[in-house]
């Protein structure tokens, strides 16, 4: 939305949200979420033609359109548990419009959803008695954390899918006529609206497929000699298939792709078509399997015991750029560690809140600390868990002197340069090198 304010001037941007306290944090000097260059953004249409509030349904009568982005988690209760989204905030929202509205409004669906939800939005909203019509459009997101202004800037594409008669085309070309303000028309998709919500799962599924398929690989490397770096590259050159999202790592987290991808089961569950289900689960069940072997790795590598030992776990954000820590794969390694009695210490350069949040019920046998050398101090092992470039400049002949010997790293994301570390006397370990 910030985006949308600045490169349509002409547009008011009037941002609602029920949590006061975001809200306040969105309107001080403070942003609620790290993302390199969205300061800036915000701060140089806040108060123009993009505003905080928490005027709901004020806001709700003024607008032509409405982006509804409410959270969309894995359902925890009931039929659908652990794999459908929970659509309650969705419902709600559409309920909220119905109540608010006195004049026609084109309502967006930007919250990642299962496809054929804007079919329930549409049962809701022109279920009213005042003779208004809504107009429900599809316009999935793709931007990605750590380079969210980069992707919105410059999209790959826009798509926009509604309904094919002429009050839907219409509405999409109304949403297709913002992004014409930067987006080229080539690169604005117009689809319809099942097409579109399904694209969105698709996509995620698509690309956590990638990583599932290098990360399975890496094992068979390390087993056979082979190099999944050089595997990927060798690969990736072939144009058929592309270099990106070939990094082979300690595995994927976020909050998109493990609940896109288990939704997406659902929904062929659902359809009856099981063997489809069990085809994409996979990708998420080898995901958890790489995090867990390297834990593992370290484990055989400290001599099968780490009961006592001080580990420092380098990143907790589940990418670098970054202070989410949503299914990220450092949460399970501090678990599995604690499994084992070991002593995490958690050093990251944005996330430490959220760390410590997610680890609150068990603050007393976890330590933090914003100091890498600080984090290393006697530790037996080093398990790099997010891909801070940062970590890869450290000093690491001071990391050696300060860590008990023999001192191993694991680098979960093959960014540190293995042949160095060994000169200076490291016992080094990569994804997918023998
Ligand atoms: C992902 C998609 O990339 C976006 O297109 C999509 O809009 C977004 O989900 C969403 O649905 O909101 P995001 O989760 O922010 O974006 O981050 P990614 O860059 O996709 O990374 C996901 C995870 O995969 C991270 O843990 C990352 O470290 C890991 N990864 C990525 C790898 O392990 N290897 C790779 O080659 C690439």
Known sequence: MAMIAKKCPQCQVKIVDINADRINAWNSDCLPIYEPGLKEVVESVRGKNLFFGTD????????????VSVNTPTKTFGFGCGKASDLQ?????????????????????????????????ERILNSNQKGIHFDVVSNPEFLA??????????????LIGGHTNESGRAAVEEIA??????????????????SSELSKLTANAFLAQRISSINSLSALCEKTGANIDEIAYAIGCDSRIGPKFLKASIGFGGSCFKKDILNLVYLCEHYGLPEVAAYWESIVKINEWQTTRSVKRVLRSLFNTIAGKRIAVFGFAFKANTNDTRESPAHLVVRELLEEHAIPVITDYKA????????????????????????????????????????????????????????????????????????IGFEFMSIGKA
């Open 177 to 194: 006529k913002i992004y014409a303000n930067w987006v080229p028309r080539e690169r604005i998709i117009t689809t319809n609206l099942w």
């Open 89 to 121: 905030y969705i419902e709600k929202t559409a309920r909220s419009i119905l109540a608010a509205s006195e004049s026609h409004k084109i309502v967006v669906e930007k919250s990642t959803l299962p496809v054929r939800t804007a079919e329930s939005m």
């Open 56 to 67: 709901i349904d004020a806001s709700i009568k003024e607008a032509d359109i409405i982006f």
């Open 352 to 423: 430490l809140p959220d760390a410590k949040r997610n680890l609150s019920d068990v603050l007393d046998k976890v330590q933090f600390t914003e100091d890498p050398y600080e984090a290393v101090k006697d530790a037996h092992g080093v398990l790099l868990c997010t891909e801070w470039q940062q970590f890869a400049e450290l000093d690491w002949k001071r990391i050696y002197d300060l860590m008990s010997k023999p001192a191993l790293i694991f680098d979960g994301r093959n960014i540190l340069d293995g042949d160095e570390l060994k000169k």
């Open 145 to 158: 954390e750590g380079t969210a202004i980069a992707d919105l800037e410059n999209p790959d594409r826009v």
